[in-house]
């Protein structure tokens, strides 16, 4: 039995309906993209991103992870985030946080789940960090889903701490960095107000300055030797 039969035969009929549609549009998109965002989302199959904005392949560059959460040191991350300011010349980040977000929820534990709890140390840091606030809040379902907003708002903070988003702003590249949350239950996507485009919107211990490296001219002093003049 194919068990991925159903993959491929749906794979057919949407590839059909589109050509249909839009004769070009396979072969147009073949040759370039040109995104004007980056969605960074967490990988949880219900939140599915192009659809939930109503997007087209093409128009948004996807990375995806467990709880939606950017490293400094994730080179992966970090890849995609060069490649789309740099290369693609994206306008706008977007880190999309959801409701009921099994990665925050599991941080929230203190049982372990294995490696990933590596992972999860970066919620638990957020955690730590709001703790006051979060234990105000009565009811572990709405503790659980200030996190997930406070993930996100710590993620997009992540991100203008990047060199790569530095380096834009320093260089006036238009590059604005937005937090939203997704609920499941009813598909609807909510801004949650925090943006930041530009190096002062940083605290200054984050806001760094292109270094100044003087031309390395080396001091070359021909050294008389032994042998000369033997
Ligand atoms: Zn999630």
Redesign the pocket.
Known sequence: MDHLKRLFDNNLVWAENIKQNKPNFFSDLSKQQSPDYLWIG???SR?VSEQLVGLQPGELFVHRN???VVVPTDLNCLSVIQFAVEILKVKHIIVC??YG????KASMESVEHGLIDNWLCHIKSVHQQNEDELLAIKGETKRLDRLCELNVIEQVKNICHTTVVQRAWRNRKELSVHGCIYTLETGILKNLNVRFSEIHHMNDIFQLKEAKRDVYKPNITIMKTDYEGR
């Open positions: 967490c990988s949880d939140v467990i709880a939606n946080g959801h977000c099994g990665g925050v």
